[in-house]
């Protein structure tokens, strides 16, 4: 707590565009190429009235790797970020943002942002801002006050608030079948004045048109294709009464019961048939019609059949269990799409309750996959 009333610098990282003094770590020295980039920023904010989105175009377009790819690559530091996909370096609006309103540029050094609220479990939690510790002038500015102030009311500006506080019905459902990214939910108005939903790839739309391409589908489209293959499902698996009255019918379960049952009753009696072999051997040998050694050689090889024959019934039983688990977990399939047999519109939770995810091709296909049966996972396109 000294150390930061002091406006000593005591975390593991500093941001982008700093790195510690070799003479003291709790002191910052600019690192001159990412300042630069940081200076990059700030002048396409303010002066070319850039947003933060055409700001990540503009990096992701020029290569420039955002600030896990730096501190990974260039810096090699053991820097980690819960929030990159992989080695996924490019820019995202976030990034922009935290950079903009971040006061370590014009050489203040603000910590105490978040606390452990309990060392057993190690929860974090943040910490309100009027109980942040700032000390100001404590190391090289890269942005003069006056930019960083005209940045600030620019920032207040672009920020968009999600009044409806409603939930997408396609929320968490859709990724782009090439970049693997959630699509991202845009508004559109027509030359009629009708405005319409859809959805584009977050890739895209967020990093750069390099990256990916737009994938675009309305949602009205979406909704469309999606109510019609299940419909579809419904009426070649689930004309229920039928199906599972076949089903009750041919009762698979009982009839895979009794061929594996038959099986096992046979393969008993090769046992007990192996069985009365080796104890004829055994009388053979003490009445010396076969020698020691015919008698050892004879009885491995009896006892080597047994073992293989239990091993078939072994695998019987296995074989068994699993037509049984296929079976239920058909029917469990069949009965999820029962429930839904007169649909005629699409909710949240028929989506949730049936469909695991989305994938949105170029063209607008999708790639439908459904819960409960694997087989149909990836064979459903529009």
Known sequence: MVERKNGEFVGAFPSYGYIKNPENNHKLIVDVEAAKIVKKIFDWKVNEGLGNLSICHRLNDMGILNPTGYKK??????????????EDYSWCPSTVRNILKNDIYIGN???????????KIHKVEN?????WITVENMHEPIIDKELFEKAQGLRKID????????LSMWAGALKCADCGRAMHKKYCKNKTGTVYEYYICSTYRKKSKNLCTKHTLKVEELENAVLETIKLHIKLFVDTEIL????????????????????????????????????????DW???????EEYFEYKQQYEKDIDRIREVMANLDKQNEKQIETVNANSLWIENFKVHKNITELDRDIIKELIDYIEVHENKKITIHFKFMERLNEVTKY
């Open 73 to 86: 690559k260039k810096l090699n530091q053991n820097y980690n970020n819960a929030g990159i996909m992989k």
């Open 286 to 292: 003490k009445s010396e019609y076969i020698t020691k």
């Open 244 to 283: 599972l009255q076949q089903i009750n019918d041919f009762n698979a379960e009982k009839v895979a019961n009794d061929s594996i049952e038959n099986i096992k009753q046979s393969k008993k009696k090769e046992i007990e048939r192996v069985n009365n072999l080796k104890r004829c051997l055994y009388e």
């Open 127 to 131: 910490v309100p801002e009027n109980e």
């Open 109 to 119: 050094v603000t910590q105490g942002k978040r606390r452990v609220k309990s060392y």
């Open 159 to 166: 920020t968009r608030v999600q009044s409806s506080g409603i």
